[in-house]
């Protein structure tokens, strides 16, 4: 359910509103090798293709990559609370982090946030 705000800033009639969805933004530190950063790279590329053909509560996955500090920053956002509660729990999952530590790439400085998305502009028409 959403909530529309005012248009104040000339956006498009209801491209300000409140929602419910769920947010996750993860930072995955990595071993400070070209190497762990493409192994890396390749597992999250396998890992995103599951959750594209097995997740339907995921409605938005961003992967950054940050080669300066030897980082991953994944910006997830999901319909509700039991969309996180599934990607967690999916056997993709279990691998990924099986196949970081098989192949130890992960350093630590690893940060996990789970928010509530309150507000969003866009999209702009």
């Not at 491209?15 to 993860?26: E, F, H, L």
């Not at 999250?44 to 339907?56: G, M, R, S």
């Not at 997830?76 to 609370?81: Q, R, S, T």
């Amino acid at each position: 359910m959403s909530t529309t705000f005012s248009d104040t800033d000339g956006i498009s009639p209801g491209a300000w509103y409140s929602t419910s969805q769920k947010i996750v933004t993860n930072v995955i530190s990595v071993l400070e090798t070209k190497e762990a950063m493409g192994k890396t790279f390749e597992l999250l590329k396998t890992f995103l293709e599951h959750v594209k053909a097995n997740e339907p509560g995921v409605e938005l996955f961003l992967l950054n990559r940050d080669d300066e500090h030897f980082q991953f920053v994944t910006y997830e956002i999901y319909k509700d609370e039991e969309a996180v509660k599934l990607h967690l729990g999916t056997k993709h999952m279990r691998e990924l982090v099986e196949a970081e530590e098989r192949y130890n790439v992960k350093r630590d400085g690893n940060e996990i946030h789970h928010e509530t998305l309150v507000a969003q502009i866009g999209p702009r028409r």
